[in-house]
């Protein structure tokens, strides 16, 4: 139920009553209501739940989270620590 | 695809789950709140690769499975009625009402519809002026959004053949509820990643100070979920009731504003029955007086609705975190997901429907 998917907005309209869009899952694209993401605009990367979009993705914030996992990852081999 | 695929990069979730082995050095028992995260890491074997130290519970976050049998039986009756259209996520259908559920009504010729969102059930009301389209809006404040934005939207169509049919309740409650059992074994939360990326984190300092517990905001990927566990035996380890935020490319601390304005401009903080728990006061939502209109309960005269629960099934402490599904007699033998009698064997995100789906009736967790 609380599964939600990130894509990315790639057309934007507005509709009676609501702030729809089209947003693209790896090639799938299905219409996505805006409404609580109106800073949001083509080519950004949107959380997506029933619909709806829930949230911005920060992208900078994505690529930090890999970037300090990579870097523990690269530290631990420089000191010899093991995945086992 | 992006921004899913690099967090299950499985060397990554591997050197990760490493770490976690060398930090963990006392026993913790961790209870992720939401069902799908508990479906997560089933699905990835998550549980397999955990030091034998962690013990996860899974919580209650399972709108399907808390969703009351009065709600449940009221949508059975609701469905049933001439000229209705009754519309539903998938996994309500086969949830046991009292007597029957959704699908086998369905079946018998009730016009039933399993849709993806409640906005595609205010297209079908503008389609169909003749008929009552009704929306079982269950969920937790991540489907609060657009359970909301349907109302607003049917709202501004002046639509007057649309109505939900409302079970909606809140994480933070139910945290209390757990925390405050005499059976609480819990010690630390992964809090729910979706339920954050709309209202933030900032609830839960206080709750993390009251109940002296760290709690970390957790997504739903290999990685995700793992970085959370880090975290959180980190924090325990080091004594910390903190709040930290593993999930940060999708949620902040106060969360997004324009979706709780939403939430707050239809609903209201009610008194909310879960099932198999009770009642927990001011741990639902319940739409407001403007918007009664569009409130199924209040358009449809229900009779009076005499419950009937199965004696059997011990859903209640499954989502509690006391009893893991395979300990339940029942589990895999009179109950399955083809014939449930609880709903948390039903769900996509029911703890039972995930053992049973990948631990093949074995727990795998102890």
């Keep these: 139920m609380c599964l939600a998917v990130p894509g990315k907005i790639i057309e934007i309209k ?23 993401v109106p800073e949001a605009v083509i080519g950004n990367y949107v959380i ?36 086992e | ?29 961790i209870m992720e709140i939401c069902g799908g995260q508990t479906h997560s890491i089933m699905q990835n074997g998550l549980n397999l690769l955990l030091p034998e130290k962690i013990e996860l519970v899974h919580g209650p976050g399972c709108p399907v499975c808390v969703t009351s049998l009065e709600l449940v039986d009221k949508a059975l009756a609701i ?12 996994d309500m259908l086969r949830v046991p009402g009292s007597s029957g559920d959704l699908f086998s009504l369905r079946a018998s010729g009730s016009n039933i519809k399993i849709v993806y969102s409640p906005m595609d059930a205010v297209k079908i009301a503008q389609q169909n002026p003749g008929k009552q389209v009704v929306f079982f809006a269950i969920g937790f404040e991540t489907t609060a959004p657009v359970n909301a934005m349907s109302v607003l939207q049917a709202s501004a169509l002046k639509l007057d053949n649309y109505s939900i049919l409302v079970s909606q309740v809140t994480v933070p409650p139910a945290m209390e509820a757990i925390l405050s059992s005499p059976l609480n074994r819990v010690q630390a939360f992964l809090a729910a990643g979706h339920v954050c990326a709309v209202m ?48 940060s490319r999708i949620v902040t ?114």
């Design chain 1, 48 to 83: 997506v739940h029933a619909g709806f979009a829930l949230n911005t993705l920060s992208e900078e914030e994505a690529q930090a989270t890999l970037d300090a996992f990579r870097e523990i990852d690269a530290l631990d081999a420089e000191l010899g620590i093991t995945s």
């Design chain 1, 14 to 36: 507005n509709s009676p009553g609501a702030k729809m869009g089209k947003v693209d899952f790896g090639g799938v694209s299905r219409e996505v209501c805006l409404d609580a």
């Design chain 2, 253 to 366: 601390e106060k969360g997004n504003v324009a979706a709780q304005n939403i939430i707050n401009t239809v609903f209201k903080k009610v008194d909310r029955n879960w099932r198999g728990i009770g009642m927990i006061p001011m741990s639902g939502l319940g739409l407001r007086e403007e918007f009664e209109l569009f409130d199924a309960e209040k358009r449809f005269s229900i009779a009076h609705i005499s419950t009937h629960e199965s004696e059997i099934c011990i859903s209640g402490q499954v989502l509690q975190g006391s009893v893991k599904p395979d300990h339940c007699p029942a589990f895999g033998t009179i109950c399955t997901p083809e014939n449930p009698l609880g709903a948390t064997m039903v769900s996509s995100e029911g703890a039972c429907s995930a053992y049973f789906r990948y631990a093949n009736g074995k727990d795998s967790t102890s």
């Design chain 2, 200 to 247: 933030g984190y900032h609830q839960y300092f206080t709750i993390a100070e009251k109940y002296q517990i760290p709690i970390v905001v957790t997504g739903f990927e290999p990685l995700d979920l793992v970085n959370g566990i880090l975290k959180t035996v980190d924090l325990l380890e080091q004594g910390l009731n903190k709040v930290e935020n593993a999930y």
């Design chain 2, 79 to 90: 469905a049933a009625q001439p000229d209705v259209i009754f519309c539903s996520f998938g």
């Design chain 2, 1 to 29: 695809m992006k921004y899913l695929d690099e967090f299950r990069n499985s060397d990554l979730v591997h050197n990760a789950i490493a770490r976690l082995h060398r930090i963990t050095h006392h026993p913790w028992v």
